[in-house]
């Protein structure tokens, strides 16, 4: 069975590997191997949409580090995996002050 895998990069990242040593995650192969052949070992996947908005270094504690990091990372990863990695890129919504 063909598998389609919709990462939401924000909480991928701030919610679950912020301070762990996790930043440069192998995303097909976590899903591949640690998850879908665990689950069902004959299902391949088919595409991984990775949701992400790109990060603006003045609200972030790395600043320009992790704009690059960041970068770096979606590179690598369409580099790798470019039939099954689809990058969907968003934007921040800031609050507005009153």
């Known amino acids: 069975m063909k598998t389609n895998y919709y990462v939401d990069g924000y909480n991928l990242f701030y919610g679950c590997l912020k301070n762990s040593p996790y930043k440069w995650l192998n995303l097909v192969y976590l899903l591949n191997k640690k998850i879908l052949e665990a689950q069902s070992p004959k ?48 934007y921040y919504s800031s609050p507005k002050k009153e």
Do not use: C, W
Request: glycine share 4%.
């Open 43 to 90: 299902s391949k996947i088919n595409k991984i949409k990775f949701f992400t908005a790109n990060i603006r270094a003045k609200l972030v504690t790395h600043g320009d580090l992790a704009e690059k990091s960041q970068r770096d990372y979606i590179r690598a990863m369409k580099q790798l995996y470019p039939e099954t990695i689809e990058v969907i890129k968003g």
